[in-house]
């Protein structure tokens, strides 16, 4: 259940470290039987879920989605001037907004995630920017565990106003805190989040190395989502550097675990969210999955806006042409997440229906199976088993320095996935026939 956020372990004698399957996990003296650890943990099931937080931040937004949470409004389009498009993974509107805060003096700095190097196995971490060059350098998409402990012990120890950045369950985090700590209440002022399927684990880029023929200690810097203006924008493109200044780069559909949906290094706490669209944050942003803009290779934002000061500074933005953004409605905002929200609804309301040990999730869906096909819970099930046994698999391909053992896996995982769930090659082909005589049948 834990996420590795780093909301608990930002004290002294207590810290965040690396544990054997590539995830930040809390370490040291943690007082977690405490009654404000509970209300603070993100995953706790005494904690505020984002319903009761975003009705506390947002109490007058016009707007309120089940799917997407409260909002003042919501846009598609991209950043119109600089080079904020072309810098960023998709629309450039993550480290614009960030950047008018500063610039408008709403702000003092930024935490978000940048590019680190020198540190063997890290290649990204929180980071507080306090300039537009700096916020510049977290540009892109970075999916790589990180955590907050740093950047929170930074803001309680250094006065100013500070904006985050981050995934849902960081942002929700975040707010807990700032209920129980009046520091943290007073210097975080804004909350910048992002649209999330999961996390995934520090081994996805050792998974990049082996098939991209390199070892893993020679790699110096990853991009996740090379951009190419000349290509659809989903269509990844992963990209090494390497300690000799070499690149090696493969588009992910080439990839044994190039299918995100296949949830290859998940992070288990991910198979118990419910909130796909960082519903507790001022502002959010995702990619624009749906067409004419899932083939622009430029990059396209969609944001959900729920501050009304967020919604002004946008609004002004437009009215300048500083900001090309046309208002959507929320059916539009839920049809480019389909996929994750199917995910954190119906597979989270099947998901809860399987036997437990140990802590039991409390979420605002609804355990349950009803109207669930036999291939549909097929889905679920090796989704969650490919999202454990990467982690076991990569761990032992590792230890025993055979990397195929990890690439042979994986290569029949996504094979079995794809068949399950697109009706791809032979096992595609069977499973179609059997569905089809269940189906004549019933």
Same mark, same amino acid.
């Given at each position: 259940?834990?996420?590795?956020?780093?909301?608990?372990?930002?004290?002294?004698?207590? &810290?965040?470290?690396?544990?054997?399957?590539?995830?930040?996990?809390?370490?040291?003296?943690?007082?977690?039987?405490?009654?404000?650890?509970?209300?603070?943990?993100?995953?706790?099931? &005494?904690?505020?879920?984002?319903?009761?937080?975003?009705?506390?931040?947002?109490?007058?937004?016009?707007?309120?989605?089940?799917?997407?949470?409260?909002?003042?409004?919501?846009?598609?389009?991209?950043?119109?001037?600089?080079?904020?498009?072309?810098?960023?993974?998709?629309?450039?509107?993550?480290?614009?907004?960030?950047?008018?805060?500063?610039?408008?003096?709403?702000?003092?700095?930024?935490?978000?995630?940048?590019?680190?190097?020198?540190?063997?196995?890290?290649?990204?971490?929180?980071?507080?920017?306090?300039?537009?060059?700096?916020?510049?350098?977290?540009?892109?998409?970075?999916?790589?565990?990180?955590?907050?402990? *740093?950047?929170?012990?930074?803001?309680?120890?250094?006065?100013?106003?500070?904006?985050? #950045?981050? #995934?849902?369950?960081?942002?929700?985090? /975040?707010?807990?805190? @700032?209920?129980?700590?009046? $520091?943290?209440?007073?210097? /975080? &002022?804004?909350?910048?989040?992002?649209?999330?399927?999961?996390?995934?684990?520090?081994?996805? /880029?050792?998974?990049?190395?082996?098939?991209?023929?390199?070892?893993?200690?020679?790699?110096?810097?990853?991009?996740?989502?090379?951009?190419?203006?000349?290509?659809?924008?989903?269509?990844?493109?992963?990209?090494?550097?390497?300690?000799?200044?070499? /690149?090696?780069?493969?588009?992910?559909?080439?990839? *044994?675990?190039?299918?995100?949906?296949?949830?290859?290094?998940?992070?288990?706490?991910?198979?118990?969210?419910?909130?796909?669209?960082?519903?507790? *944050?001022?502002?959010?942003?995702?990619?624009?999955?749906?067409?004419?803009?899932?083939?622009?290779? @430029?990059?396209?934002?969609?944001? #959900?806006?729920?501050?009304?000061?967020?919604?002004?500074?946008?609004?002004?933005?437009?009215?300048?042409?500083?900001?090309?953004?046309?208002?959507?409605?929320?059916?539009?905002?839920?049809?480019?997440?389909?996929?994750?929200?199917?995910?954190? @609804?119906?597979?989270?309301?099947?998901?809860?229906?399987?036997?437990?040990?140990?802590?039991?999730?409390?979420?605002?869906?609804?355990?349950?199976?009803?109207?669930?096909?036999?291939?549909?819970?097929?889905?679920?099930?090796?989704?969650?088993?490919?999202?454990?046994?990467?982690?076991?698999?990569?761990?032992?391909?590792?230890?025993?320095?055979?990397?195929?053992?990890?690439?042979?896996?994986?290569?029949?995982?996504?094979?079995?996935?794809?068949?399950?769930?697109?009706?791809?090659?032979?096992?595609?082909? $069977?499973?179609?026939?059997?569905?089809?005589?269940?189906?004549?049948?019933?």
């Amino acid at each position: 259940m834990c996420i590795g956020c780093g909301g608990c372990a930002d004290a002294p004698g207590r &810290t965040m470290a690396w544990d054997g399957y590539g995830l930040r996990k809390p370490v040291g003296a943690l007082a977690t039987a405490t009654p404000a650890f509970a209300r603070t943990c993100p995953f706790s099931p &005494t904690a505020r879920d984002e319903d009761a937080i975003a009705a506390d931040r947002f109490p007058h937004a016009p707007h309120v989605d089940a799917r997407i949470g409260r909002f003042e409004t919501a846009f598609v389009g991209h950043v119109a001037e600089g080079g904020f498009r072309p810098g960023g993974s998709s629309g450039g509107m993550v480290s614009w907004v960030a950047a008018e805060l500063l610039r408008t003096g709403a702000i003092d700095g930024v935490a978000h995630v940048v590019p680190v190097a020198g540190e063997a196995g890290t290649f990204f971490r929180y980071r507080v920017s306090r300039s537009g060059g700096e916020i510049a350098e977290g540009a892109r998409s970075r999916y790589f565990p990180v955590d907050l402990a *740093a950047v929170l012990a930074e803001i309680r120890a250094t006065p100013g106003r500070y904006a985050i #950045v981050g #995934v849902p369950c960081f942002i929700k985090a /975040v707010n807990l805190l @700032r209920a129980e700590d009046p $520091v943290i209440a007073e210097r /975080v &002022t804004h909350l910048l989040g992002l649209f999330c399927g999961h996390v995934k684990s520090a081994a996805f /880029v050792d998974s990049f190395a082996w098939q991209l023929e390199a070892e893993p200690a020679d790699v110096r810097a990853v991009e996740y989502r090379r951009k190419d203006a000349g290509r659809p924008a989903n269509w990844y493109t992963a990209q090494l550097t390497l300690a000799d200044d070499s /690149v090696r780069a493969r588009d992910w559909w080439n990839l *044994a675990d190039g299918d995100w949906g296949a949830g290859f290094f998940q992070a288990s706490a991910c198979n118990w969210c419910d909130d796909v669209v960082a519903e507790t *944050a001022d502002v959010a942003f995702g990619d624009a999955w749906v067409e004419p803009y899932s083939s622009d290779g @430029r990059g396209t934002n969609v944001a #959900v806006v729920r501050s009304p000061a967020i919604r002004d500074l946008i609004a002004g933005a437009i009215a300048d042409g500083r900001l090309a953004l046309t208002a959507v409605d929320a059916d539009f905002i839920a049809h480019t997440q389909a996929a994750g929200l199917r995910q954190r @609804r119906e597979g989270l309301a099947y998901r809860l229906t399987w036997a437990k040990r140990g802590l039991t999730p409390r979420k605002r869906v609804a355990p349950g199976a009803a109207g669930l096909g036999w291939r549909r819970r097929l889905v679920y099930r090796t989704r969650a088993g490919i999202s454990a046994w990467s982690h076991r698999m990569a761990w032992a391909a590792r230890r025993s320095g055979r990397p195929r053992l990890y690439v042979g896996w994986a290569s029949a995982a996504l094979m079995l996935y794809q068949g399950l769930t697109y009706g791809r090659g032979r096992i595609g082909r $069977v499973l179609d026939r059997i569905e089809g005589t269940t189906r004549d049948e019933g």
